[in-house]
């Protein structure tokens, strides 16, 4: 009489194991150690990222450390349905401070702050994971805080004056990142070794200054920024049937000139936020 009892319990814990390994098929939240939460469609173990796709076409989403991921928890129905009062679905990116008394939708702040200034919002979001992982309460070894890492002077002469608030924080991140850019001549790599190694070592050393740390920065964004965009672009790209005006032709169609809008331009020549 045991025996299939015991049978029964194993068959019931590896259907679980089963469950708990495949993609999330509806809204979770990925709860982080920090105590801030990202709710996401599903998600991909990938080495030792975790990407959570935020968007139900994957063409947005967010690679964070598995090490920073506490648990996960199920969206209630009607909370992934739609905000309180709102009709329209919510975003995806929501984080929520360890007190629990300050929510912040990220995805609404950085398109706000990167609308202001004329960047890309993914370029915004790529300075972010690489600046404090998307920790609100971020603080560097020499004393850069919150989601850009925002140095105190740096800060106060962007007039920020809590760091730790994510509005004010990328508000002013992206300001100085656009600063930077215009400082550099939409030299994106400039913009970025001066946002982390300081524009006086740009200056010093006529470009990158020659930091391991510094380089290595910029190859994560620009590597984050670009795997973003390849990624939207594939989405993007259906498959349909060849068109008559392609047999016409025998070539594609060229692209359309959409390039020239400020994302776009900023994925070339990117500008402003802090540090």
Not at 12 to 20: D, G, N, R
Not at 256 to 263: L, N
Request: proline share 8%; net charge positive; glycine share 6%.
């Amino acid at each position: 009489m045991t025996k299939p009892i015991q049978i029964a319990q194993w068959a019931a814990l590896i259907a679980l194991l089963a469950a708990t390994a495949l993609p999330c098929p509806a809204a979770d939240t990925a709860v982080l150690r920090n105590g801030f939460s990202i709710r996401h469609e599903r998600r991909q173990v990938i080495g030792t990222i975790t990407r959570l796709y935020v968007d139900g076409d994957d063409t947005s989403f967010v690679d964070v450390p598995t090490a920073e991921i506490d648990h996960f928890e199920t969206v209630p129905a009607e909370a992934a349905q739609r905000e309180p009062g709102k009709n329209a679905p919510p975003s995806r990116l929501q984080m929520q401070s360890p007190a629990g008394n300050i929510h912040a939708d990220l995805n609404e702040v950085v398109r706000a702050a990167s609308g202001t200034y004329h960047l890309d919002p993914d370029l915004v979001n790529s300075v972010i994971r690489a600046e404090s992982g998307f920790n609100v309460r971020a603080v560097s070894p020499k004393g850069a805080q919150g989601l850009m890492q925002l140095m105190p002077q740096t800060a106060s002469n962007l007039g920020v004056q809590n760091a730790f608030d994510p509005k004010a924080n990328v508000e002013g991140g992206t300001r100085y990142l656009r600063e930077l850019l215009e400082r550099y001549d939409f030299d994106l790599i400039k913009a970025l070794a001066a946002y982390n190694a300081g524009p006086q070592r740009v200056e010093q050393y006529g470009g990158v200054p020659p930091y391991y740390e510094t380089k290595a920065y910029i190859a994560r964004i620009v590597r984050d920024f670009n795997k973003k965009k390849l990624a939207a672009k594939t989405a993007s790209q259906p498959s349909a049937p060849k068109s008559s005006e392609t047999k016409s032709t025998g070539t594609p169609a060229p692209a359309t000139k959409s390039h020239k809008s400020p994302q776009t331009q900023a994925k070339a020549s990117p500008a402003q936020p802090s540090q």
